[in-house]
């Protein structure tokens, strides 16, 4: 398709090129490299001032809900069932330059590669940045969706607090906005027929089958569970080993057993945080509390790592006289991207000869992950070619970006144009 718009719009490569360039500086730490964009802070305000501008540029109806998202138009945004696309631009502490604003960049940069074919809308479109996706800051991720989704009440919202003791409702008025109106938007989410989301692949699936575009069947089940090793606190010099309750050594064993139990099963099990009692570097501990992560495909598979985990666990345990608790801190269950939703996805870039879209499961956290219980929801993902993420050596290459757009823009074609 071409008209007159070929003329004023610029394709998606090379607005997406131009808007990276522009976004690259805010936030980033001179010494590490990396992007400390933490909610409604003052490089969160550089971000969404970047994101106004970007709309406005564009003479898109721009508003910002009542949780903080922003939002983007074209068409009347009150004429529901639209095509929403977006993500994030706030960042972990030291973050990757990708993680969130791919997904926010290649938004724009789509509606461009459209505007630029003369594509003719039958669906009204927004672009969105949510709020607060990472929880660097108040230590919840999904903030802006989950409230919008009722999935935090306004009462658990007003507890969040930083480490400075800042309230999230304080937070949002030093930034300037209102935060009396937070609470669930069922009427917002009413008017959207579909959301998909385009982020960086956080992990090398697509890297390992060649590909540069994915499509996400699903989030991965995944939860954390507290280990409290307790044994008996002595002296490091004068204790004999063999009259030793130590109860570092059943920790490290079950670590191992935690990897092992992973690779057996094709999951994922982590410790990576730990806490030791009296933490002295002459004392042998009186209590090792570790905490693992742990995440797999389905719902049998993660059950079967933890049950494995755990029961290496306590083998350890009395094997060195330590008494061992195991509780369950927090739990997800599976998230199913729209079946349908994801099938037409599937269709409309399978049509693309050149373009292969393998479909694959993440063990990350999403907006539209949050989202995907109220609305329609599909996720698209970019090559990420090491795999890294939540890290200043986060990378896709400039290609992939722009192959991750053009998917995109032939995503929002397919299902909001003529
Ligand atoms: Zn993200």
Avoid at 361 to 375: C, E, K, R, V, Y
Wanted: glycine content about 10%; some cysteine; charged content about 25%.
């Amino acid at each position: 398709m071409t008209t007159e718009n070929d003329r004023t719009a610029k394709a998606g490569g090379a607005s997406f090129h131009e808007m990276w360039r522009d976004l690259a500086p805010l936030g980033r730490h001179r010494d590490s490299g990396g992007y400390r964009r933490y909610a409604w802070t003052a490089a969160d305000a550089d971000c969404r001032a970047w994101f106004r501008q970007q709309a406005e540029a564009r003479g898109l109806t721009y508003e910002v809900d009542r949780n903080g998202n922003q939002w983007a138009w074209l068409g009347d945004p009150l004429a529901g069932d639209a095509v929403v696309t977006g993500s994030h631009l706030d960042s972990v502490p030291d973050g990757g330059a990708f993680d969130g604003p791919l997904g926010v960049v290649s938004s724009f940069a789509a509606l461009d590669e459209l505007l630029a074919r003369g594509a003719r809308f039958a669906r009204p479109l927004a672009l969105v940045n949510f709020g607060d996706e990472e929880g660097a800051r108040f230590g919840l991720a999904c903030v802006g969706s989950r409230l919008t989704a009722g999935q935090l009440t306004v009462e658990q919202a007003h507890r969040l607090t930083d480490a400075d003791g800042i309230t999230l409702p304080r937070a949002m008025e030093a930034a300037g906005h209102d935060p009396d109106a937070l609470g669930a938007d069922p009427e917002r989410l009413g008017r959207i027929g579909a959301f998909v989301e385009l982020h960086v692949e956080q992990g090398r699936a697509l890297d390992l089958s060649g590909d540069r575009v994915g499509l996400a069947s699903a989030i991965w089940p995944h939860g954390r569970w507290r280990f409290d090793f307790r044994g008996e606190a002595n002296h490091a010099g004068t204790t004999r080993l063999a009259d030793r309750r130590d109860p570092m050594l059943s920790y490290a064993e079950t670590v191992l057993a935690a990897r092992r139990e992973a690779e057996l099963a094709g999951a994922v099990a982590t410790f990576g945080k730990i806490s030791v009692e009296p933490n002295g570097v002459n004392a042998i501990p009186s209590l090792v509390r570790g905490w693992l992560d742990s995440r797999a495909a389905d719902q049998p598979t993660l059950d079967q790592v933890v049950d494995g985990v755990e029961k290496a666990a306590r083998s350890y345990a009395e094997a060195h006289g330590i008494d061992l608790d195991v509780v369950r801190e927090s739990f997800t269950p599976v998230v199913e991207f729209d079946h349908a939703l994801r099938d037409e996805l599937a269709r409309i870039l399978g049509a693309d000869a050149d373009l292969r879209v393998p479909v694959l499961g993440t063990g990350a956290g999403h907006d539209a992950g949050i989202l995907s219980a109220s609305i329609p929801t599909a996720m698209l993902f970019v090559r990420n070619p090491t795999g890294v993420s939540h890290s200043p050596a986060e990378f896709a290459a400039e290609d992939d970006c722009v192959a991750g757009v053009l998917a995109l823009a032939d995503a929002l074609e397919g299902l909001a144009c003529k």
